[in-house]
């Protein structure tokens, strides 16, 4: 079957993500989307591994969520949301606050989680200087970390090892450690931050699991330190949970894990359930009142204009009403064992050096970046959709991904990885 025309004559005009495209493979033309799977223009249906980049937690065209939509089109797409208000965001708002723990209360919404990210850290750098402290403009992250594509956010991924090290040296440095996993490391993070402090204004990391820079995991107590040496030098902690939010990492919430809370978090990917674009910077009273002001100089000039966009926040509405249900744990739970068996025994591939589950995420990782066209294209021929990056296979499947999906999706891992 020939490609369809659209794809044939926009593919000279299209710039695609990630790829180079001279050399890459052309894209697979997806149709319709149904449950855990993609159509294709050829009729084939593939199983898809990754959710979308891990936002339609609920699996694709959910009928409580496209109701949702139909009914908030109909009544009012958009408005601006500066001077306006609307009752999607206000309902969304209070709802975020109610679910996240501690005192996260107050919510700033964007579109992409990158920006989301860069709003985060202008909150900590105005949080400062709303309160007469001079000095701290820079940021704290970590080898591994992976935070955005954004100007500001590429300055705070794995400067070596990360997909922005060809702006090594043009963006303005920040302070980059390894995460403190044990007494040792805590005391060098501890002497770093003493001698650094002063100029840093927040610790910025991912929690639980550092994404797209590897699926690295860490343990809970990571979170504990971090939290601590925040308070002991003065620094906001920010917690980047648009990968882990929402189920993923297998509470709710990542912080849960671990009883900490930071003073901002960043949401995004899931919230909407795969639908349409939104993030929000969420963040602590304590945060919040520094920019509560009779001058108006100290308020947070900072709007996007399809912020808090009310379809979006009709999607995400729409979404917690699915995560208040309940069912969604059980699912993680059963889609985190079918992840764990069905990719065991990659363990014995060639070049393999780890095999790991947490929550619904499951890893296959190598000791050498892998083919990722070449990889892709034989996962396809199984009929799943698995895009790898760097030296990782994963998959991150919907939570409703039914079982039969989800073997079908360990087995063309195994196959394609020729250990089955």
Not at 99 to 127: R, T
Not at 131 to 159: E, I, N, S
Not at 166 to 192: C, H, K, N, W, Y
Request: aromatic letters at 8%; proline letters at 6%.
């Amino acid at each position: 079957m020939s490609d369809p025309a659209w794809l044939t004559q926009g593919a000279v005009h299209i710039w695609r993500p990630y790829c180079q495209m001279k050399t890459a493979r052309p894209p697979l033309p997806v149709v319709a989307t149904r449950g855990s799977r993609l159509v294709l223009a050829d009729g084939r249906e593939l199983v898809d591994g990754l959710a979308s980049w891990w936002t339609a937690c609920h699996g694709y065209n959910h009928p409580h969520i496209a109701a949702a939509l139909r009914e908030q089109i109909d009544r009012m797409p958009h408005v601006m949301f500066g001077g306006l208000a609307h009752e999607p965001a206000y309902r969304l708002a209070a709802r975020l606050a109610n679910m996240l723990p501690g005192d996260l209360n107050h919510v700033f919404f964007a579109e992409s989680g990158s920006v989301s990210v860069e709003i985060a850290m202008k909150m900590a750098l105005q949080f400062h200087i709303n309160r007469g402290v001079a000095g701290r403009t820079k940021f704290l992250a970590f080898r591994g970390g992976y935070h955005g594509d954004t100007l500001a956010t590429m300055t705070v991924c794995d400067p070596e090892e990360g997909m922005h090290s060809l702006f090594a040296g043009v963006m303005p440095s920040q302070v980059i450690a390894d995460l403190p996993r044990d007494a040792e490391s805590e005391t060098a993070l501890d002497a770093l931050l003493a001698q650094q402090g002063h100029e840093i204004a927040a610790i910025l990391v991912e929690p639980l699991v550092q994404g797209a820079g590897g699926m690295l995991p860490h343990p809970p107590e990571v979170l504990r330190i971090l939290r601590r040496l925040a308070d002991k030098h003065g620094v906001l902690l920010i917690f980047d949970e648009i990968f882990t939010g929402f189920g993923r990492a297998g509470t709710l919430f990542a912080m849960q894990a671990a009883g900490v809370e930071p003073d901002i978090v960043t949401l995004s990917k899931a919230l909407t359930g795969g639908t349409l674009p939104l993030s929000a910077a969420v963040a602590s009273r304590r945060v919040f009142e520094a920019f509560w002001s009779d001058d108006p100089g100290a308020a947070l000039m900072h709007g996007p204009t399809y912020m808090a966009n009310p379809l979006a926040c009709a999607a995400a509405n729409a979404s917690l009403d699915l995560f208040e249900d309940g069912t969604w744990a059980a699912n993680v739970t059963r889609v985190s064992e079918a992840l764990g068996e069905g990719l065991e025994p990659c363990r014995v591939g060639r070049g393999v050096v780890d095999v790991r589950t947490l929550g619904a995420i499951g890893v296959v990782e190598f000791d050498a970046p892998v083919a990722v066209g070449e990889l892709c294209a034989r996962f396809a021929e199984l009929g799943a959709w698995i895009r790898p990056m760097g030296k990782v296979v994963y998959l991150t499947p919907a939570f409703t991904t039914p079982d039969g999906d989800l073997a079908l999706l360990t087995s063309a891992v195994r196959k394609g990885l020729g250990v089955a």
